[in-house]
């Protein structure tokens, strides 16, 4: 099964502005970008009705607190287990 493709808000934006430059051809913007004719209708819809607030994002504050903790949990292993292995690779060679 494949994953599912994430795309940012900005990536979404210009692909709406690219629409607008063709005269509203959606299916050929789509194809130029290997994207799904639906999906890049949907997001011009979307632009359309919500005007300044499409594209919100996924998840709530809260889960976006969780993976910024996470990630940040991930980064500070990631260098107590280098500082590790310094230190003994300095305390082997240093006998």
Not at 15 to 25: D, E, F, R, S, W
Not at 40 to 59: M, T, V, Y
Not at 60 to 66: G, L, S, Y
Request: proline content about 2%; glycine content about 8%; aromatic content about 8%.
């Amino acid at each position: 099964m494949e994953q599912r493709r994430k795309y940012t808000q900005e990536f979404k934006q210009e692909a709406i502005q690219l629409t607008k430059q063709a005269g509203g051809k959606i299916t050929q913007v789509a194809r130029d970008l290997g994207l799904n004719a639906a999906m890049l209708g949907r997001w011009c819809r979307e632009a359309h009705q919500r005007a300044g607030k499409a594209f919100p994002g996924s998840g709530t504050p809260h889960d976006q607190e969780v993976a910024r903790l996470k990630r940040e949990l991930a980064l500070v292993t990631r260098e107590r287990d280098f500082l590790k292995e310094a230190a003994a690779f300095f305390a082997k060679t240093s006998r």
